[in-house]
């Protein structure tokens, strides 16, 4: 009898977010006091979203391919979940946006005002204690179960609510279909902006679908043309584009060439260099309003005679940060790098360097970033 009413109220919830959302996926309103089952944007980007309120099953392998793909990623954590599980909580946070899940996940469509506004401060309290990271204005509610009542709650809390335009339905375990099925289902609805419902933790089988099915679902999404990207590169107050004709924001010496040949380009070309003994490196400037978590993502034309593992470094508070990436798949599509504190100015941020023993091709094209709220 339980199982019926879980499935009869997850049927309610999607039905319900295709009523409640269908305005804001058309139309580019604000977050703050509205609802997004998709991100108003016409670029061909996907946000993996994955909610945190059960266990840690799972979340190892999650971490490691969206690390080893460099796949963006948004975190939903319940304010119980990040007491249970500090160490994970805090992981998460280090690398990704995370929201708010509430903090012990009831229906709150059910609860009085009181109680609503209890559990997403109490939520949004506890998560930036344990992982010092803000969740405004991510907010998602627990089994989509909200009306225009509780969503304008979260609104007057600093928060818009999240749903999805699909769900992987690995929570229900093997049901779901196993891999081929999940990616399956997400493919189906591939479009600009989709947000994609996943879940961290064991279903009630006590099986893993969504950590099982990601390698392939990132490829199959990556495939067809479309990057990942995190909700907060769209509602962050700070998104700044340079690439490698930029003016005054460029650099580069004569031992890089240029070239316009790729289709995958950003706009009109991208420098080229082969490895090299030296650093030499071709630099992005870029302006920061403040010191602050940022997100950052690079951008080149893939190629098989690229390099596997180009090294990107990022000037942070905390030094010079290294990340690699194989230029020779995920063309044409934004590259996730990683989420940084980056000092205030106008300074070079990001630089490609040509000091590497792997062989093949380095590409300078563009860089973005994205400020974290």
């Known amino acids: ?92 946070a280090a690398r990704y946006p995370v929201g708010n899940h509430t903090y012990s996940h009831p229906h709150l469509a059910r609860e009085s005002d009181a109680v609503v506004r209890a559990e997403i401060t109490r939520g949004e309290r ?83 679908p969504d950590a099982n099915a990601l390698p392939a679902l990132i490829q199959a999404i990556a495939a067809r043309g479309y990057g990942f990207t995190t909700l907060t590169d769209y509602t962050g107050s700070t998104r700044e584009v340079v690439d490698d004709a930029t003016t005054s924001r460029f650099s580069a010496s004569a031992s890089w060439g240029h070239s ?16 090299a003994p030296i650093a030499d490196p071709a630099r992005f400037k870029a302006h920061i309003p403040r010191a602050g978590s940022y997100i950052l993502y690079a951008r080149w034309a893939a190629a098989p005679e690229n390099n596997s593992s180009a090294p990107f470094g990022i000037s942070t508070i905390r030094g010079t940060r290294w990340v690699r990436v194989d230029q020779r798949r995920d063309g044409g599509r934004w590259v996730y790098l990683g989420s940084y504190r980056l000092h205030a100015g106008d300074h070079y941020l990001i630089q ?22």
């Open 1 to 92: 009898m339980r199982r019926l009413v879980w499935i009869v109220l997850t049927a309610l919830a999607v039905s319900a977010g295709a009523l409640l959302s269908s305005a804001s996926a058309g139309t580019a309103r604000p977050l703050v006091g509205n609802e997004w089952s998709r991100i108003p944007t016409r670029q061909r980007v996907v946000a993996l979203t994955f909610d945190c309120g059960n266990n840690t099953a799972g979340l190892r392998k999650i971490l490691q391919v969206l690390a080893d793909r460099h796949a963006a990623a948004t975190f939903f954590l319940t304010g119980k979940w990040s007491e249970a599980y500090p160490g994970q909580a805090s992981q998460i």
């Open 260 to 275: 316009s040949s790729s289709r995958q380009r950003y706009r009109s070309g991208y420098h080229y260099a082969e490895p």
């Open 126 to 208: 506890v998560i930036r204690s344990i992982t010092g990271a803000a969740t405004k204005p991510l907010f998602r509610f627990p089994y989509l179960d909200r009306n225009q009542r509780t969503i304008a709650l979260a609104g007057s809390l600093g928060y818009g609510s999240i749903a999805w335009t699909v769900a992987t339905l690995g929570s229900k375990g093997r049901s779901a279909g196993g891999t081929p099925a999940i990616v399956a289902r997400v493919v189906s609805q591939l479009q600009p902006g989709e947000i994609v419902l996943m879940h961290v933790g064991t279903a009630r089988d006590g099986s893993t």
């Open 352 to 373: 490609l360097s040509r000091r590497t023993s792997t062989p093949g091709l380095l590409i300078a094209d563009a860089v973005r970033i994205a400020a974290r709220p």
